[in-house]
């Protein structure tokens, strides 16, 4: 399996729940990132991993709590989450970013619908 | 704020037609990236460019990076219903993470 896989494709969660978010990435890549594209949104960046590190948080509420046990892994986990964070969560990974010519490539996401 | 604009929003053209789409913005980039996304996929790397002025093609798809670096241009010929999708640019400045436009929706009808 090559590229980056995102699981689960599809989730519905309720406001009380907690579920996680799983990225994985077989491109040897060593940023990964988390984000977020809601209908007549840019895509927001969310959070970003470069070498296992997180390197920016843009100013994400704490019921969302990414995860990075290694280079090739990416979670997030959800927790008391809002109808408004309904939302297409994508993963990507890249080379070192803002390195240069940096190219996203992006997991098939995962739809989340919060009731 | 970093602001990547693109135009138009929406397209709806025939098959067989040419179109141009947009992205422009007020920064210097590094590079700039097109990508195409199609409904419930992530967005799908098409191309990169890095020299002002640079022009590559993929077969119908005409790619174009300003002299200044601040801006691009995608054009397709004779577009095919296959070509129907969302089309994000996404600008890359020094030593920063890639900002990505809202996008534009192309539909391809037959």
């Known amino acids: 399996e090559t590229g980056v896989t995102q699981t689960p494709r599809h989730l519905v969660m309720g406001m009380t729940n907690k579920k996680s978010l799983k990225c994985e990435q077989h491109?040897?890549?060593?940023?990964m990132y988390w984000y977020k594209q809601s209908a007549k949104k840019p895509l927001e960046l969310m959070f970003v991993y470069n070498f296992k590190e997180q390197t920016e948080n843009n100013s994400v509420p704490s019921r969302f709590s990414p995860e990075c046990p290694n280079s090739s892994h990416l979670f997030l986990h959800l927790h008391t989450l809002q109808p408004e964070d309904s939302a297409l969560y994508l993963c990507?990974?890249?080379?070192?970013?803002?390195?240069?010519?940096?190219?996203?490539?992006f997991g098939q996401g995962t739809r989340l619908t919060v009731v | 704020t970093q602001l990547l604009e693109q135009s138009p929003q929406f397209l709806s053209i025939q098959e067989g037609e040419n179109l141009t789409v947009y992205c422009n913005s007020s920064?210097?980039?590094?590079?700039l990236q097109w990508y195409r996304q199609e409904p419930g996929e992530g967005p799908v790397l098409l191309v990169t460019v890095v020299t002002g002025g640079e022009v590559k093609k993929l077969k119908r798809l005409t790619f174009q990076f300003g002299d200044a670096r601040k801006d691009s241009s995608l054009h397709i010929t004779a577009a095919q219903p296959g070509d129907t999708g969302l089309y994000l640019c996404?600008?890359?400045?020094?030593?920063?993470?890639?900002?990505f436009g809202k996008g534009t929706k192309l539909s391809v009808k037959p």
């Open positions: 491109l040897g890549h060593n940023a």
């Open positions: 920064s210097v980039f590094s590079s």
């Open positions: 990507a990974s890249s080379q070192e970013p803002g390195a240069g010519n940096t190219e996203a490539f």
């Open positions: 996404a600008g890359e400045e020094k030593e920063r993470n890639l900002i």
